[in-house]
């Protein structure tokens, strides 16, 4: 893994913590010598991410449709900011840059880019490793969702066991690079 697809939120929350397990995250990435691709926002859990990164030398590729571009949520301290037409392109971009993906605590444009990549994922159009980072049990009330889902039939089992879930970065990390190189 060299770059990883971060999706999450324009905003920061209501609780700290989200801030806290951005930072934490981004602290991970950066020890690990890991890039950043991500929707090169300036504002929220982005941004919070973007800057930790850039400050400590990490490349940040950012992808943006010029719609956002036109209001000013660009962030254009990004290593490289590539400017789409539309969110379609941007998502797609965001997906097949990225080496593996994290969607932190985030509102429905994270949660459309998490389905998207499992879908993906499941239709054999990729493979490449997706972790909910779980802050504050962010993902508790989609995790029994999913799992009812499951039980009901709409999902499979082989469909679930790639996502990986974790409160804490450095495990979350560590399971995305071993669904990349499987031990023997």
Known sequence: MKKITIYCGANTGNNPIYKEGSLALAKELVDRELDLVYGAGKVGLMGIMADYML????????????????????????????????????????????DGFVAMPGGIGTLEELFEVMTLNQLAYMRKPLALYNVNGYYDQLISFLDFSRQEGFIKDQQMAPLIISDDPRELVDAMARFITPSA
Do not use: F, S
């Not at 400590?56 to 254009?76: F, M, S, T």
């Open 55 to 98: 400050t400590a030398g990490r490349n940040v590729y950012g992808i943006i449709p010029q719609k956002l571009v036109d209001i000013e949520v660009a962030h254009q301290g990004c290593t490289e900011l590539t400017v789409v037409e539309t969110m379609r392109d941007r998502k797609w971009l965001m997906a097949e840059r990225g």
